[in-house]
């Protein structure tokens, strides 16, 4: 049985870039699809709503989607001018409220533009279906009416997320009923077979089933999300395998379903990688950093959005790498940059030798411009890797994180954890709270005494 938790396994394919993979659908199977022969209009609108913009900012560049020939990109929920002479492209979600609005714009004798092709972000229904065969009106501009199933936010090359925020209050929140939990789920379990649509690959579906039925005990929500999540991406594989064209007939790959019960500590703990340490510690937006730059004209320092992400090959060399081992390199990146070029031995010198600062990089992209590009890249990665050291140094993280490494692995225990926080008043409250999260996660017996009484009163929570 493909859905399962045994051992069965299969052979994976080559190696795919997904981020890309992505890209591709959606700029040629979707936005260069809708090019027909006998349209007179060569640019066109493209319409998407909250969920489906993300899904596309995620991939696309807006430069990628100007080429495919879209001169203006609207929200569905919003007051839209009527462009009578133009195409229209719809990506948007597969619910009776976008089915409303895409009728309401293509409906009448003057619809807001010439001819629609829509795309469904995942399965739509065959009730919505039948209300947009109703209208003759509307049937007459439609170009296309397809179910790209892509409704997953690609992240980067080799990793995806469902955007469920809500998903840990809505499965293992204090409300045991199960429709908001049953409803999360179905949405989670059909953005990750649209991954598998995206792909073409159909999984072995692996999960992780409840330890045992006792029938003393009663069986809770809870306890049966992996295998309710598991079912429900297998339908949604079974109804790709009868219904997309190319889709495989035979497995090709694996999916793990776990939930956050096996490992409750990755999420609390701090993690050391350059990646990890600069979503945790910089308040960064997404991939999004705010880096400040000299003003070119001379005066105030200006603020620039720098996103990290895999078209900068720093940020790819080093966002795995220990924080250490990544401050070590752009030390030895810089050196060598400064060893390299004579220019930029001048203007090291110029300053009398030394250790080169954010700032001197940033002084040398204006005396330096046919290195901008590369001073400024670096000159980021040095600012970056320099206010993460800082706030090591600032808040005792490694005094802490070497605490937290050592109650996962057994090394520590209750009187460890209380002889810190009294010897480090000055710990702030998020990380006392994490530190305790993670002595709750392995210890969870030690909170049933008045051990825990001890541990609040040192904590002051």
């Known amino acids: 049985m493909s859905m399962s938790d045994s ?95 895409f009728l309401s714009d293509m409906a009448g004798k003057s619809p807001l533009y010439k001819k629609a092709f829509v795309f469904f972000s995942s399965s739509i229904s065959k009730e919505l279906v039948d209300q947009i065969k109703r209208d003759a009106s509307v049937l007459s501009r439609i170009g296309a009416l397809r179910e790209m199933n892509l409704e997953y936010f690609a992240i980067d090359s080799q990793g995806f997320v469902t955007d469920n925020e809500r998903a840990l209050e809505e499965l293992f929140g204090d409300d045991e009923g199960s429709l908001k939990g049953d409803a999360c789920l179905r949405v989670m379990a059909t953005r990750i077979a649209t991954v598998f649509a995206s792909l073409r690959e159909f999984p072995f579906v692996h999960y992780r089933a409840i330890k045992s039925i006792d029938p003393t005990t009663m069986t809770t929500f809870r306890d049966l999300i992996p295998t309710k999540l598991a079912a429900a991406v297998w339908n949604c594989l079974m109804k790709y395998k009868s219904t997309l064209p190319h889709f495989p007939q035979t497995e090709t790959c694996e999916l793990l379903i776990v939930d956050r019960s096996v490992d409750q500590v990755a999420p609390i703990i701090h993690e050391w990688t350059y990646d990890a340490m600069c979503h945790d510690l910089l308040n960064m937006e997404g991939n999004k950093y705010v880096h ?53 031995q001048m203007q090291h010198g110029s300053r009398g030798g030394g250790e080169l600062s954010t700032r001197d990089l940033q002084k040398m992209v204006h005396a330096l411009p046919q290195y901008s590009e590369q001073i400024e890249k670096l000159s980021l990665h040095v600012d970056i890797a320099g206010k993460l050291n800082k706030i090591i140094r600032e808040f005792g993280l490694r005094e802490l994180g070497q605490l937290e490494q050592n109650l996962v692995f057994g090394d520590a225990g209750t009187k460890d954890v209380i002889n810190f926080l009294r010897m480090n008043q000055d710990v702030s409250r998020e990380n006392k709270l994490r530190l305790l999260m993670i002595y709750a996660a392995v210890h969870p017996e030690k909170f049933e005494d008045d051990k825990l009484v001890k541990l609040m009163e040192v904590t002051a929570y």
Not at 25 to 30: I, Q
Not at 316 to 342: C, G, P, Q
Request: glycine share 2%; net charge neutral; charged share 30%.
């Open 292 to 344: 400040e730059v000299p003003s070119k004209t001379g005066g105030l320092p200006e603020m620039k959005d720098v996103l990290l992400e895999d078209h900068d090959p720093i940020w790819l060399e080093l966002r795995h790498a220990h924080i250490a081992d990544a401050s070590e390199r752009l030390h030895e990146k810089m050196t060598n940059f400064v060893t390299k070029n004579k220019a930029a």
């Open 7 to 101: 051992d069965s396994s299969s052979q994976g394919s080559e190696y795919k870039c997904f981020r890309q993979i992505t890209r591709d659908r959606l700029l040629y199977e979707m936005l260069r699809s809708a090019r027909s022969k006998d349209s007179k209009s060569t640019w066109k609108v493209l319409i998407m709503d909250k969920l489906t913009v993300k899904i596309m900012s995620y991939a696309c560049k807006m430069a990628d989607i100007t080429e495919e020939g879209v001169s203006l990109v609207e929200d569905i929920y919003r007051r839209r001018q009527p462009v009578p002479t133009m195409d229209a492209i719809y990506f948007i979600q597969p619910t009776k409220e976008n089915v409303v609005m």
